[in-house]
């Protein structure tokens, strides 16, 4: 039979104090009997908060068994508490544990002279078992008081080991408090990530803290459950901004963007090697599980303080709230409320989305050039061959940052007098893309369809529809309209929206050399197949061309060299190390200035292959329209450094320039600081007027 030990709880008397006089407490060195028994049995009806009460999967707390204030009790938990902080301090509750002092030291009920002196001044309870009774059974069926691990009482309470619990209760207590903390003062962009950032209140800690204080119960662990999930998302999502306005210049769209993390391990497995792919797949999938289970965790932890630190929860709240206020008052930023903006503005996506999808709808009816007839357009251009460059990552700041322009302006300015000595002429602008730092899809939806097309809803709505693109006007018009996609690795069928007559894929484009980075081929050899393949060819009909430029995309790693049209052949010859002009054995180790450096022998490598392809290729015929697709990622720009990219058109025909004279577009390949900017949708409409049916120059005025 099972004996109550002392340190259980006490039947519920008429005394206010909950504690009996000696004269009615019996010697339990004597009383084993029944009595003592039913008098357990009275206690155990008294009820308990759950959050305050010992903690029913650990062994009753005994003479033998008595842990410091916060010493973990075996996995983690306090003596009688389950998680290392201390007993209670709100009145009234039941008092059925030990009376702790002033000094932390521990006295329980009716020890007496049986507590003993530790040899090191602390005080240490007598194991049950000096007493002359029976150990007790611990609910798990050990006999309490006794050290599972085979150690000793000292061991368990005032030992190496016993302090050891004290400490690591502390420490994961504070712990706690910091990752809450830090998840919601984080700002969710890399360019905020600053210490500055963390010296604020966040009022929603505020909130939580006072919820947690005024529920009791199972409604507090469920509060505490549900906030720390909640807290674990933020931080998910915060760090998704984060990535995002690293590479995309914006926020993670939470009901559009999840697509883009296919293409996000695509790039990385071009980039790295599918390893690599994998292994950053692996890790961000741990990291999002181990913040999912820590903030809850966390809170859970924190909750039980509160619940058993109630008092004292209320005078630090107290004291923060009047700090926050006094900040919003007076305009200090400290008082803090970005995590709970934050959480408004993603769930304002999804109204935002669907109200996007009709307006979208709307403008795609709206089509000035939808049932204009062929022999009707593009009549200033026929007989040409149009080749349509996106230069991938050629931004403004590729032609005006310091760290850039001197190099690639001097590229493009000798370019000019390259191609003038050939004969050709040019005329430069700029446009604003609808994308920045990648998704240069958009960009070519935008520029080809005369509609804004800045996410992926927009993107598949246009896919789906019958608008009408520049393709589809010059295929209308006559022209065999190609598209030469060397980054199109997979099958593409969305590319019939384009109207290609023809489509070169990388596999159809036959490259026999080594990836570059991102890339699958250099541009050189794309442009050397696509002259044999196409404009080599004869009896043909005028061709336009869409030809992306892909050796300036991101990582700007592996660049190669310009190399003598005749010998690019196969793409063979770029497997040796002279046809290389950069291979970073390193590519993820590089510093910010090795990847900006990067960035910029990648773009003038690209424009000096359209200005060579010009030399070597162009007759009378040719009319080249390059432009970028969007600015690089921040990393190469910096933050907020706008979304405008260079355009040009180039021809030795004086009738093509002349046709946008009216636009005010700067001569040359560079255009200058004040030269025009569009909106990158409103391209189509221009392009197509400007080179449409001209009135007469010396029409006679209508009737009146």
Do not use: C
């Not at 903390?181 to 966040?202: E, G």
């Amino acid at each position: 039979m099972s004996v109550p030990s002392r340190s259980q709880p006490r039947p519920a008397t008429d005394d206010p104090s909950g504690v009996e006089g000696d004269a009615a407490r019996p010697d339990p060195s004597r009383d084993t009997g029944p009595e003592r028994a039913a008098s357990t049995a009275d206690a155990a009806s008294v009820p308990a908060d759950p959050d305050t009460a010992p903690d029913a999967t650990l062994p009753p707390a005994g003479d033998g068994d008595v842990a410091p204030a916060g010493q973990d009790n075996g996995g983690g938990a306090a003596a009688g508490q389950g998680d290392g902080d201390p007993a209670p301090d709100r009145q009234g509750d039941v008092d059925s544990g030990p009376d702790r002092h002033e000094d932390d030291s521990v006295t329980r009920p009716g020890e007496g002279d049986a507590a003993a002196t530790s040899s090191d001044g602390g005080d240490r309870a007598v194991s049950p078992g000096k007493g002359g009774s029976d150990p007790v059974a611990a609910p798990d069926g050990d006999p309490a008081g006794v050290p599972q691990d085979g150690g000793t009482d000292d061991a368990r309470v005032g030992g190496p080991r016993g302090r050891l619990r004290t400490v690591a209760g502390a420490v994961t207590t504070v712990l706690a408090v910091l990752l809450v903390f830090a998840v919601l003062a984080a700002p969710n962009r890399l360019d905020q990530l600053t210490p500055t950032a963390f010296l604020r209140v966040p009022v929603e800690a505020l909130a939580a803290g006072v919820l947690l204080l005024v529920l009791r119960g199972w409604a507090r662990r469920a509060a505490a459950l549900v906030l720390g999930v909640a807290l674990g998302l933020l931080a998910v999502v915060k760090l998704l901004d984060m990535g995002m306005s690293a590479s995309l210049a914006r926020p993670f769209d939470l009901v559009l963007d999840w697509v883009l993390l296919d293409d996000a391990y695509g790039f990385v497995t071009d980039s790295v090697g599918r390893a690599g792919a994998v292994g950053a797949a692996v890790g961000l999938g741990v990291l999002v599980l181990a913040l999912l289970v820590l903030t809850t965790r966390s809170v859970l932890r924190l909750a039980r303080l509160v619940a058993r630190h109630d008092r004292a929860t209320v005078r630090v709240l107290a004291a923060l709230v009047a700090v926050w206020v006094a900040g919003a008052t007076i305009g200090v930023p400290v008082a803090d409320s970005r995590s709970s903006v934050l959480v408004g503005q993603h769930v304002g996506q999804v109204g935002v989305g669907l109200r996007d999808r009709q307006a979208f709808t709307d403008e795609l009816a709206a089509d000035a050039f939808r049932d204009v007839p062929g022999d009707r357009l593009l009549t200033g251009l026929r007989g040409k061959d149009v080749v349509l460059a996106f230069v991938e990552s050629y931004g403004r700041d590729a032609v005006e940052d310091p760290q850039y322009a001197p190099r690639i302006g001097a590229l493009l300015d000798g370019g000019t007098r390259r191609l003038a000595a050939a004969g050709y002429a040019a005329r430069s602008g700029f446009l604003t893309s609808p994308t920045t730092g990648g998704g240069s899809w958009l960009a070519h939806d935008t520029l080809l369809s005369g509609l804004w097309v800045d996410n992926q809803q927009r993107h598949l709505t246009l896919l789906a529809s019958d608008r009408l693109t520049l393709n589809g006007a010059f295929r209308r018009a006559g022209w065999d309209t190609v598209g030469v996609m060397p980054a199109a690795t997979a099958p593409w069928p969305e590319g019939a929206f384009f109207d290609y007559e023809r489509y070169h894929d990388a596999a159809g484009l036959g490259y026999r050399g080594p990836k570059f980075s991102y890339a699958p081929m250099p541009d050189q050899y794309t442009l050397a197949e696509f002259q044999r393949r196409e404009r080599a060819t004869k009896d043909r009909a005028p061709i336009m061309a869409e030809i992306p430029m892909i050796s300036s995309h991101s990582p700007w790693a592996a660049i190669p060299r310009m190399l003598d049209w005749d010998h690019v052949g196969d793409g063979s010859i770029y497997r040796r190390p002279t046809s290389v002009a950069a291979n970073p054995s390193d590519v993820v180790g590089r510093s910010v200035p090795q990847v900006r450096a990067g960035y910029r022998q990648a773009v003038e490598y690209s424009l000096n292959s359209l200005i060579s392809y010009v030399e070597t290729y162009g007759d009378d015929n040719l009319v080249l329209v390059f432009l970028g697709d969007h600015q690089p990622a921040p990393m190469i720009t910096g933050e907020d450094a706008g979304r405008d990219v260079p355009v040009t058109i180039v021809a030795r025909d004086p009738a093509v320039l002349a046709r946008v004279d009216g636009w005010g577009w700067h001569a040359g390949l560079r255009p200058g600081p004040d030269a025009p900017v569009w909106r990158m949708d409103a391209f189509r409409d221009r392009f197509l007027t400007a080179f449409g049916p001209q009135p007469p120059a010396h029409a006679a005025p209508p009737p009146r």
